[in-house]
Structures are given as C-alpha cells and as structure tokens.
C-alpha cells in the first residue's frame, strides 16, 4: 500500500510485517541508520501534536533523513485560504513522503488523491489514526500478546479516532473487545457495523460500567474526553471527568492487567497509576519510534518509491 489512510486497509499478514520490522529496528537501530539518507518527509498538521509530530520526525532522523515542516496553520497559506489539495499538491514535490493531520474526517482520503508520494494519515478528525494503532498493538503484543486477548477500551468512543483505528486492527485477531463509555459517548454506529461485519461480531460488546468487566481485562485502552470536537461545550461539561482510573479502582483487576493511553491524558489516569506496573503508556509513546521507523522504511522501500525516484532523476 502506497498510502496508510486507516487502519481497514491492513490485513493481519501487513500488520504482522509492520511490528516485525519494527522489532527488528527496535532491537539494533544502527543498522538502519544510514537506510535512507537523502530522504525527505513533509509534515502537514493542522491540528496540534506532541507526540506523532516529533516520533514521526525522530523516526525519519533515525533513517538517515530529514524533515521538512509546513508548521503551524497560523504560520503558513492555509492562512490566507489555499486549500488541502494545493497544499498537499506543492509539498509533494518537495518531499518523498507526507504526513497529514487535519481536523476534518475524510481529508486523508483525500488528499491522498492528490499526491504520488505515500501518505500517511495522522488523525483526520474523529476519523481514523493508523500509525497510532501500529504502536499501539506493538506494545499490547508486547506486554500481552494479541491472541486469546481480552482487551477494554474506554472513554471517548464516539470521537476517539485511535479507538476507531484501534478496534478494526483488533478484528484481525483473536481479541475480545469491550467497550465502556457513558450512552453519549459510544462508538459511533457505522463503526459497530463495520466491526461486526469484519468480525461477525463475536468478539465485540459495549458496557456503561467498567466494573462488570475490569477482572477478565488483559488490557485496558483508556482515552482522553475529545473537548475539541464536541459542538456544545455543555454536552462536554456532563461527561467530563467520568471514568477515572485511580488505585482504588484496580483493586479489582488482574495483576497482569496493563494499562494503556494514546495521551495526551487529561484526568483519565491517576498519576500513582504511573509508578505500576500496569502502567504502560510512556512506554506505549516511545514505542512510536521504532514502529514509525518500520512504517517509513516500508512505505519508502517499495518498488512505486524506486519508480517516483527514477522519475525525479529524468525531469
Ligand atoms: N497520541 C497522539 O496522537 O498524540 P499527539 O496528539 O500528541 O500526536
């Protein structure tokens, strides 16, 4: 695949390739650090970010290459109105691959038509975050394996777009997936469907509490409460601040559950959790790095990459 727009577009074997490769990296990463010099990735985030901005470009640094940033919207001709497309459109030319985070669904997808280069698909809105996803099932492979995995995700699920990536990917394996929001926050129905039809649904069920299912939990997903995106500042007041995970709380988990965070958290996780060892989620973040380093290379690599850099070398 050319593109990584979401994680739909994955199949088990594509993303056994990615985590493999990325183990590998993981393991020795000086024997990839010369892999690909001279190479070029163009930043694009109309959203802010901490982590998948600068584990992307350390990712790319760690190859050998470099980065080029469009920086912030505020800083650049989105400012005076150019669209997505142009942009995406006049920043291929300068790069060999994008990296786009944009807060409207679908924008991914789009541009992606726009472009020759691989693109990769940062957060689109409520939409979809697959490299997320990569490092999020490298750390659950490593703290608790993908098969036979009882897995809850909690919080937002309606606007949760690393939940939405996540829960597709999942269906690919042997993973029983539970869903715990309040009503107003829970998957959005389209997604329900899809992840039955992918799954047959044996492995999906949706819960108000965390209470009923914590103690058969492997692992537990926990995200932030997406302010951003809610169209009423009210409706955000009253669910803000449910299900916070404090000591109290795992009294009735599992001593091997391991806990996990895309972060940002806001208030989600109690920082005595940190110290644990069910904490996962610093770890969860650094793991971005190698994987984003498997993503890049693979992406890179192919044989559409050789073809574009043959072509640039004749004009
Ligand atoms: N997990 C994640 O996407 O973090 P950032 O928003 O900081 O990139």
């Known amino acids: ?12 074997e594509d993303i056994e390739t990615i985590l493999d490769r990325a183990a590998e990296i993981d393991a020795d990463p000086s024997a990839v650090a010369d892999r690909h010099t001279n190479t070029l990735l163009g930043l694009l985030f109309f959203e802010p970010s901490t982590r998948t901005k600068m584990s992307f470009e350390t990712a790319m640094k760690r190859l050998g290459g470099d980065v080029v940033d469009m920086g912030s919207v505020e800083s650049s001709s989105v400012k005076k109105g150019e669209t997505l497309a142009d942009t995406v459109r006049v920043i291929e030319g300068y790069t060999d691959a994008l990296v786009l985070r944009h807060p409207k669904q679908g924008s991914a997808t789009m541009a992606s ?28 492979r490593e703290n608790a394996g993908l098969d036979d995995l009882t897995i809850g995700i909690m919080g937002d699920l309606k606007y949760g777009r690393t939940v939405h990536s996540l829960a597709h990917a999942l269906t690919n394996f042997d993973a029983q997936q539970h869903f715990i929001s309040p009503e107003s926050l829970r998957l959005p129905r389209e997604v329900v469907y899809d992840l039955h039809q992918e799954d047959g649904g044996a492995g999906i069920r949706e819960h108000e509490s965390l209470e009923e299912v914590l103690p058969s939990l492997d692992v537990l997903y926990v995200t932030r409460i997406q302010r951003e995106r809610f169209p009423d500042e009210q409706e955000y007041q009253k669910v803000a601040g449910e ?14 559950l391991t806990i996990m965070h895309p972060l940002p958290r806001v208030d989600e996780i109690a920082p005595e959790i940190d110290e644990t060892d069910h904490a996962a989620y610093f770890e969860q973040a650094h793991n971005g790095v190698p994987v984003r380093m498997a993503l890049l290379d693979l992406l890179l690599s192919d044989d559409g990459a050789a073809d574009r850099r043959g072509g640039e070398s004749d004009e």
Do not use: W
């Not at 691989?118 to 750390?139: E, F, I, K, R, W």
């Not at 404090?246 to 001593?255: P, S």
């Open 1 to 12: 695949h050319d593109h990584l727009i979401t994680s739909k577009q994955l199949t088990r």
């Open 113 to 140: 038509e726009f472009v020759d280069v691989p693109l990769v698909n940062a957060g689109d809105g409520a939409g979809h975050h697959p490299s997320q996803t990569m490092l999020d099932l490298y750390t659950i």
């Open 243 to 256: 299900y916070q995970i404090g000591t109290e709380t795992l009294e009735a988990a599992g001593d091997d």
